[in-house]
């Protein structure tokens, strides 16, 4: 993760009661239909997500801006690959 200033989040996802592989799968729908370098925020309560979106933006060139974690509740940043 690189350090930014607080990001403008442009779309935010909301996946909680979702399970694998469907978080993942509404993240990367959204990532098709942003500008390069805009930033998503999406909202999980699937424990997997966090070693999925790591794996998938490694592969693909997105960057993981932020992530927290309030009990069962996570948020990821991720901010869009520029190619």
């Known amino acids: 993760m690189t350090s930014h200033?607080?990001?403008q989040i442009e779309?935010?996802?909301d996946a909680t009661g979702l399970e694998c592989p469907q978080p993942l799968m509404r993240l990367k729908t959204e990532l098709?239909?942003?500008?390069a370098g805009a930033y998503v925020e999406i909202?999980?309560?699937d424990p997997h997500s966090?070693?999925?979106f790591t794996i998938w933006c490694e592969r693909f060139g997105h960057e993981?801006?932020?992530k927290t974690?309030?009990?069962e509740i996570s948020s990821f940043i991720i901010r869009k690959s520029e190619t």
């Open 69 to 71: 974690a309030d009990g």
């Open 64 to 66: 993981i801006v932020s």
């Open 43 to 45: 909202t999980t309560t």
């Open 11 to 13: 779309h935010h996802i």
């Open 5 to 7: 200033k607080t990001p």
């Open 50 to 52: 966090d070693l999925d």
């Open 32 to 35: 098709q239909h942003v500008a």
